[in-house]
């Protein structure tokens, strides 16, 4: 018989093959990394037991046996093939409850230990006095309207009656993304929008954010927040504006607060005053927030400008108006003692979590 047909020579080769497989996965326990053992005895099956693996093509190699020896050798090789796979399982299965081990480890809990307290997030002081002032003039019977922030210029200036020589339209004053459109700078574009819906009589509240071209400081900021009101009707007289505000006031302050209005100018209102309470501090006495006076300025208003109305579609002949707005920041700062408007918006938790 020659050396093909010896079945020595396969059984030699078959041992060979099989117990390098066997040190070669002893062998991996000496790697730190799990997955690196995995990968490597997936390597090894494939070499040894793969389509091409070698035990697949000594079988093939089993052709060249007399017909009398190939179960023999079969059966054989089938044997060490068993044994092989039954041992690259066993160490797979070895490396996956090991890795379920660590898995419960890091997902373990202890359902006997005290719970651990949460914080729970506050409303901001600007959104809780936006509520606030809101729902007192909701009170009154206004209506909430919003806007687009980004506005054109054609409402935020022109159809409020501000010539174009008017300081606010300067670029140091304004941000202008196109000659066309600006950040809005204060929240009034949205009474004139609301006007030019042509729906009488109207009775509304616009609050939102508002862009201007300020440096940051203690009491500056290049953004900010308002709230305005307008109300459209027949018959809306100047003292309908005081009795509102008036009320207002005392519903925010407090029944004691005193109230004042003083001349002023805006050019969307006309006459324009502006309103001060007693200060909340002192509660008119004099100290260090009022500079002595007793006073602090609240907010503008005034009845709306005849040519406001005509350029949204209302005839001031039959119609009249009044309009107020006041910054939200500085209203929130007075109620609370805030000396810096920076405290608002850099997001401290610790003086968040006072209010």
């Excluded at 929240?187 to 509240?205: A, D, E, H, Y």
Aim: aromatic share 6%; with cysteine.
């Amino acid at each position: 018989m020659d050396k093909q047909s010896n079945p020595q020579p396969i059984q030699e080769r078959l041992d060979q093959i099989v117990t390098a497989a066997q040190e070669q996965i002893e062998r991996l326990e000496t790697l730190a990394n799990d997955d690196e053992r995995v990968a490597s005895i997936e390597a090894i099956r494939l070499r040894v037991l793969g389509k091409k693996g070698e035990l697949t093509e000594l079988l093939r190699a089993m052709g060249g046996l007399p017909k009398d020896e190939r179960p023999i050798i079969g059966a054989l090789v089938n044997e060490k093939r068993a044994a092989l796979e039954a041992r690259i399982d066993d160490a797979m299965t070895a490396l996956q409850a090991r890795a379920q081990e660590r898995r419960f480890e890091r997902e373990r809990i202890d359902v006997t230990a005290p719970g651990k307290a949460r914080g729970i997030g506050k409303l901001h002081p600007i959104t809780q006095v936006t509520r606030q002032i809101r729902d007192i003039f909701v009170g009154m019977g206004f209506t909430v309207e919003e806007g687009p922030e980004i506005e054109l210029v054609k409402y935020n200036f022109d159809m409020l009656n501000l010539p174009f020589n008017h300081p606010a339209r300067d670029p140091q004053d304004t941000f202008y993304i196109d000659d066309d459109t600006v950040l809005r700078t204060h929240t009034s574009p949205v009474q004139v929008r609301t006007m030019l819906k042509g729906k009488l009589p109207i009775r509304v509240l616009c609050p939102g954010r508002v862009y201007r071209c300020d440096d940051v400081d203690a009491t500056h900021s290049p953004v900010f927040h308002q709230m305005e009101g307008l109300v459209v009707d027949k018959g809306i007289t100047q003292g309908d504006l005081n009795g509102c505000l008036e009320v207002f006031a005392k519903e925010l302050y407090g029944e004691d607060t005193k109230v004042r209005f003083r001349p002023s100018h805006f050019p969307f209102t006309e006459p324009s005053t502006e309103l001060d309470v007693s200060c909340t501090v002192c509660g008119g006495s004099g100290c260090r927030v009022c500079k002595g006076t007793g006073w602090i300025e609240l907010l503008g208003s005034g009845m709306v400008h005849p040519n406001v109305l005509r350029y949204c579609g209302i005839d001031p002949e039959v119609y009249s108006g009044f309009a107020f707005g006041m910054g939200l920041d500085r209203i929130v700062n007075m109620k609370y003692g805030i000396t810096d408007i920076r405290l608002l918006y850099e997001n401290d938790i610790r003086f968040l979590e006072q209010f």
